[in-house]
């Protein structure tokens, strides 16, 4: 009797033993994101002029998608580097999208005048495209290349150079190993 | 000098401690007198060496003896002093060390006041106590150093965790910490009561003011955490289910369901397996927590350094775990003919009944911990569980444990009949039923809200009913009035009593965190010179920021003025400090408090060009001063039921 309430005691342990020894396997500070080098999710997002904008519309084209809203700080931290950074590649095969998460649209609008945002933004009215981009802190950029895979996605706030430099490489179709990370707020 | 005397007391005590698990072995087979009074000496021999050993590090600290490589790393030449003792505490190898003094200052307590008493289970406590010590020995000894040297000898030192200067650092870790050893207390109990096979009673009731004081410690380490987070880490929240959170927060589930369970072992002698497995599993938890705060297994806000000690501790862990049921399953014969529940409207079954929810909670906040794990494990991608899942999936949980924490004070042992529960909760049920549409009528509209309001006002009404009639009774027996009434009922019954203020304390922070949860706004806004923001009945207006040299950083100030319904409240200065070791800088918000709200105020950023523009943010988070209130009345109520206040039972 007394064996066999041991084993039993041992068939519950043991399992979150082993959970926790596998812990010591890995880094759970540098998980590789498991967007990197794949498709984006296709999405149809309204800007906040009314026009509507599909993800398909910018095949050919490297992308640069900005998740942010008006109530997070590091976003407006990153405010004016975005839209420098729109202003030196604007003319060339490259797009900038912002899509608003959590936000109320006077807000937004509010934000995107503040800032002088020049590039498309709209919003993301049923939350679905954040939890299909797996957000989970903001700002949050994508960068997709013309073929349209996810080369690089950066965690908070982002520099010019960096945008600059990893559009470059969305370009060319050249993806990241890693994702990147700064400041960010996490989503509510 | 210095770390030489620090370590070679650390050895020698590792030595005393391994003298201590071996003395009741030997003692069990050959010669038992010598060999138990050794085993008491070898704690009383690891009290003296390790606080031998503290006291040396504390010394290193304070006289900043940089040769330490633990002193280099946590103290500068401009630390004030206070911030050099808490030292013992800002990294990984001093709070091993400060953890190992306190359980042996424990111990010694225990070993010197139970000399004369439980000759048979005495060496037993004393082993399981050397046995733990050994194990933070070894792993201080060997393993994380604090008196490591380094070597050249810097000028200066790297400096404290920014983080940690604040004046609840000294109070937070060590509460938490003797919250955590002293479970040992009841647990090293458990074991020696399965050892010599005598489980009856005996190490309940001789254990009851050790968990109790233990329970009160958690408690206290949570709040003071919280307190610590919701003024210090600025972003307005005191709880966010954080893995290291969860690990403080773990251990105080099982002790709780553990304080009300033993109760029903004493009176009814039933639930003997079910309360010796609560206390392994409490006992676990805490060095789980410490295993998980250290191994960085799971990525956490906290960013403990983490060493190699996680394999040593998840070792230990495994020991403690399969050691303990397996004794457990040894002596399960023992465990045998109990007494059955008489019926399910009773006393016991509430008390089962809030085991149940208190171990679901467990549960489920241990699986929302580890969930990162297990979808690593089985799909290959890390999934964290946040916020959502936890407040989903416990609110439901406790909002039933209120309910109970009504009921099970005041409902008969053995079976209540029909009569008993209306006598008691008639009453109260309607002025609770009255409260509720009173809410209602007022602006409380949402369900989840109204229920948990009503239920705590059910809680505080049986309570106050309950010794609304004992004083009735005290007054036709004796003619006291209520106080001389209320003195006689709590010294009569500490137990029943102090439980009543302990529960009035818990209701309070569940007041404050069901305040703030549901009813908090918050906005933010980049305000110019005079201008301000609006918030509720508030309002914030920006007055200029300045900057500073501190000792240890760059503070930059704002300061706004906070207007409440057109009056002023005065000027309130949220900073950010810049500290030379750190790269981003860290926010210190404001707040004032009242009664019914707290305003919050976080800098969030300023424009470096424009010395006039500031980014702020302002919460009003609602009731939130109560839980802190709470704290207080829960102290008052642990101190009535443990403080020994006259003979009238010999029991309290």
Known sequence: MPIRRLIIAILIIGPILALLAFGFSRDAKYIRSPLLAKPAAPFTVTLFDGKKITLEDFRGKAVFLNFWASWCAPCRAEAHDLEAAWQKVKDRNMVFLGVALQDSDPASKEFLKEFNVTYPNGKDESGKIAVDYGTWGIPESFFIDPQGRITYKHVGGIRASLVLEKLEEAARGIASAQEGRGDYQGVR | MTAILGHSSIVLALLAALVGIASPLIAARFEPERFRTAARYSIFGQFILVTLAALALIYGLVALDFSIKYVAFNTTRATPIYYRVT??????????????????????????????????????????????????LAVIAFLSNPFEAIFPVPADGRGLNPLLEDANMMTHPPLLYTGFVGL?????????????????????????????????????????????????????????????????????????????????????????????????????????????????????????????????????????????????????????????????????????????????????????TVFPLISEAVAGVQVSVGAPYFNSVTVPLF??????????????????????????????????????????????????????FTLLAFVV????????????????????????????????????????VVHLGVVLIILGIAGSMTYSREKDATLALQQSLEIGSYRVQFEGLQGSQQPTHFRVEGAFRIFHNGADQGVVTPALKFFPTQQSPIGRAVHQSSLSEDIYLILSGFSEVDRNQATLKVLVRPLVIWMWIGGFVITLGTLICILPMGKLRPDC
Request: include cysteine; aromatic fraction near 16%.
């Open chain 2, 87 to 136: 030292g013992l505490w800002g990294a990984l190898e001093g709070s091993l060390l400060l953890w190992e003094w306190i359980l042996i200052i424990f111990a010694g307590i225990v070993a010197w006041i139970y000399r004369q008493r439980h000759h048979e289970m005495m060496p037993w406590v004393v082993m399981i106590f050397s046995l733990v010590s050994a194990f933070f």
């Open chain 2, 184 to 368: 040992t207390v009841p647990y090293a109990f458990a074991m020696a009561a399965l050892i010599v096979g005598k489980i009856d009673e005996a190490w309940i009731t001789t254990t009851r003011r050790w968990t109790i004081t233990a329970w009160f410690f958690l408690t206290a380490g949570n709040l003071v955490g919280a307190w610590w987070s919701y003024h210090v880490l600025g972003w307005g929240g005191y709880w966010a289910w954080d893995p290291v959170e969860n690990a403080a927060f773990m251990p105080w589930l099982p002790a709780t369901a553990f304080l009300h369970s033993v109760q029903v072992q004493e009176r009814r002698r039933m639930l003997k397996l079910w309360n010796l497995s609560l206390i392994i599993v409490a006992f676990s938890l805490t060095i789980f927590g410490t295993f998980l705060t250290r191994s960085g297994i799971i990525s956490s806000i906290h960013a403990f350094s983490s060493g190699p000690v996680g394999g040593f501790f998840l070792a230990f862990l495994a020991f403690i775990l399969i050691g303990s049921f397996g004794l457990l399953a040894y002596r399960a014969d023992l465990l045998k003919d109990q007494p059955e529940l008489d019926s399910v409207v009773s006393r016991e079954s509430a008390f089962l009944l809030n085991n149940i929810v208190l171990v679901s909670a467990l549960f489920t906040i241990f699986l929302g």
């Open chain 2, 399 to 452: 909002l039933l444990l209120v309910f109970l924490m009504a009921v099970g004070p005041i409902i008969a042992w053995r079976r209540a009949s029909w009569d008993n529960l209306r006598r008691n909760f008639l009453w109260p049920a309607c002025v609770s039923l009255l409260f509720a549409i009173g809410l209602f009528v007022w602006k409380v509209r949402e369900f989840l809200p109204l229920l948990g």
């Open chain 2, 461 to 500: 009404a049986t309570m106050l009913y309950d010794t609304a009639l004992a004083l009735r009774a005290r007054r036709r027996i004796a003619g006291e009035g209520v106080l001389r009434g209320l003195v006689t009922l709590t010294r009569r019954n500490q137990r029943r009593y102090g439980g009543f």
